[in-house]
T-cell receptor, first 112, second 115 residues
Framework: AQSVTQLGSHVSVSEGALVLLRCNYS??????LFWYVQYPNQGLQLLLK??????LVKGINGFEAEFKKSETSFHLTKPSAHMSDAAEYFC??????????FGAGTRLTVKP | ETGVTQTPRHLVMGMTNKKSLKCEQH?????MYWYKQSAKKPLELMFV???????ENNSVPSRFSPECPNSSHLFLHLHTLQPEDSALYLC??????????????FGQGTRLTVV
């Protein structure tokens, strides 16, 4: 079955610094991959998705992610962190005929 | 507005109470889901419905009982819960189960506290 692993349950960066949140996937077939963001006491909101078109995917709020098949990775990046980026981020994978599987989440803290 | 609405947003219930969580989606989707999100644990998929039929039940205790009367509405009936059932319960919908390129849309969740 497909799965994702998010490396690091908590990441802390300074405002203006690079954000890098790591996600590795496991799938026996080409996967579709997603990043979601969750603000406190809210549901999950889609940031971006990879659907086998371009390997570099741009999302909302200046985030992007690159699909690397050789590394089975789909890391999320943002060049310059903003205070409003503080939230929990979830990587998810979907394959044909199956529901979506989520990672354990990474909490991003942004220091002033 | 995400298109998926959950009520109530907050619920406190005793262990002997019976209550229900409601979810409604306005997106024309055919699949709906219940997830449980506990502190410091991964998101747990509880139930999946496709075209009003349950297609997956991940060994959820019988004190949680889902109901999907139509493709737009999903309920989670709760009875004799335990304090460890306190969590954020999230509803989601998608175009279909197993349709890869369609993302799940989430409601804002119901914060449940069992006392």
């Amino acid at each position: 079955a497909q799965s994702v692993t998010q490396l690091g349950s908590h990441v802390s960066v300074s405002e203006g610094a690079l954000v890098l949140l790591r996600c590795n996937y496991s799938s026996s077939v080409p996967p579709y991959l997603f990043w979601y963001v969750q603000y406190p006491n809210q549901g999950l909101q889609l940031l971006l998705k990879y659907t086998s078109a371009a390997t570099l995917v741009k999302g909302i709020n200046g985030f992007e992610a690159e699909f690397k098949k050789s590394e089975t990775s789909f890391h999320l990046t943002k060049p310059s962190a903003h205070m409003s980026d503080a939230a929990e981020y979830f990587c998810a994978v979907s394959v044909p005929g199956n529901d979506m599987r989520f990672g354990a989440g990474t909490r991003l803290t942004v220091k002033p | 507005e995400t298109g998926v609405t959950q009520t109530p947003r907050h619920l406190v219930m005793g262990m002997t109470n019976k209550k229900s969580l409601k979810c409604e989606q306005h997106l024309g989707h055919n699949a709906m889901y219940w997830y449980k999100q506990s502190a410091k644990k991964p998101l747990e998929l509880m139930f999946v419905y496709s075209l009003e039929e349950r297609v997956e039940n991940n060994s959820v205790p019988s004190r949680f009982s889902p109901e999907c009367p139509n493709s737009s509405h999903l309920f989670l009936h709760l009875h004799t819960l335990q304090p460890e059932d306190s969590a954020l319960y999230l509803c989601a919908s998608s175009q279909g189960v197993g349709e890869m390129n369609t993302e799940a849309f989430f409601g804002q969740g119901t914060r449940l506290t069992v006392v």
